[in-house]
């Protein structure tokens, strides 16, 4: 083959490519355009910055489900897509069958952001709070709660939501997840004690826990204190 007919066959091939590339680019560029400013939007409401109406719900839908048809693979966006599509209903209980179908469909979108990046603790954060609001405490339940203390053994935030489902829903879980909820009680001591246990009075579950942890001088000085202030 001469050097010619060589560079043609190159060109022919690199041509096809070159343009699929610039295609997939600039896909991007636009699934960006819909994608930022609706994640900024949300960050400002999870930070209680500002409030939504049921218009800019729907509004936050529209434009990431856009940005999914042009960036399908994108775990952020099915992220960002989840929280839109359940978030007006996160204070309904869920025997609300209009909170139901949305967590429903947020679910899909939280196990694709898991498929997408399966070692990312929050994204088996958000799967299993949409499943304990759905009240699916299922095997893919269990599994996702493993995954995200195995990934964030020492995330504050994740120990406080593996701590606050299982206390909550305690009569539900099996009792090797009991035994699994107070092995991440037990760590959380370590990290931070002022935070968890009152959240573990708040719960009921402070007597179980002074049992349990009488090894630990944090733990028993607050155990004492409640105790005066209960007899009192």
């Known amino acids: 083959?001469?050097?010619?007919?060589?560079?043609?066959?190159?060109?022919?091939?690199?041509?096809?490519?070159?343009?699929?590339?610039?295609?997939?680019?600039?896909?991007?560029?636009?699934?960006?355009?819909?994608?930022?400013?609706?994640?900024?939007?949300?960050?400002?409401?999870?930070?209680?910055?500002?409030?939504?109406?049921?218009?800019?719900?729907?509004?936050?839908?529209?434009?990431?489900?856009?940005?999914?048809?042009?960036?399908?693979?994108?775990?952020?966006?099915?992220?960002?897509?989840?929280?839109?599509?359940?978030?007006?209903?996160?204070?309904l209980a869920s025997k609300d069958a209009g909170a139901q179908s949305s967590r429903q469909l947020a679910l899909e979108h939280y196990r694709k952001f898991v498929l997408l990046r399966p070692v990312w603790p929050y994204a088996w954060a958000g799967l299993i709070s949409v499943k304990y609001r759905l009240g699916q405490f299922d095997e893919d339940f269990f599994e996702a709660l493993h995954n995200v203390v195995k990934l964030g053994p020492w995330e504050p935030g994740l120990q406080r939501l593996v701590i606050e489902i299982g206390l909550n829903e305690w009569n539900v879980f099996p009792i090797e997840e009991k035994k699994f909820v107070l092995e991440v009680v037990a760590r959380a001591l370590e990290k931070q004690p002022g935070k968890i246990l009152p959240l573990i009075k708040e719960k009921g579950f402070l007597d179980l826990i002074c049992f349990i942890n009488q090894g630990k001088t944090n733990v028993v000085e607050y155990c004492e204190k409640h105790k005066k202030v209960k007899a009192e």
């Open 1 to 91: 083959m001469d050097n010619k007919l060589f560079s043609r066959i190159l060109v022919a091939t690199l041509i096809p490519v070159s343009l699929y590339m610039i295609y997939i680019a600039g896909s991007w560029g636009l699934a960006d355009i819909y994608y930022r400013p609706a994640k900024i939007e949300l960050k400002n409401w999870r930070s209680g910055k500002i409030e939504l109406a049921d218009k800019d719900w729907d509004r936050l839908r529209l434009n990431l489900s856009k940005a999914l048809e042009l960036d399908a693979d994108n775990p952020e966006i099915h992220e960002m897509l989840a929280l839109a599509t359940e978030g007006r209903f996160l204070n």
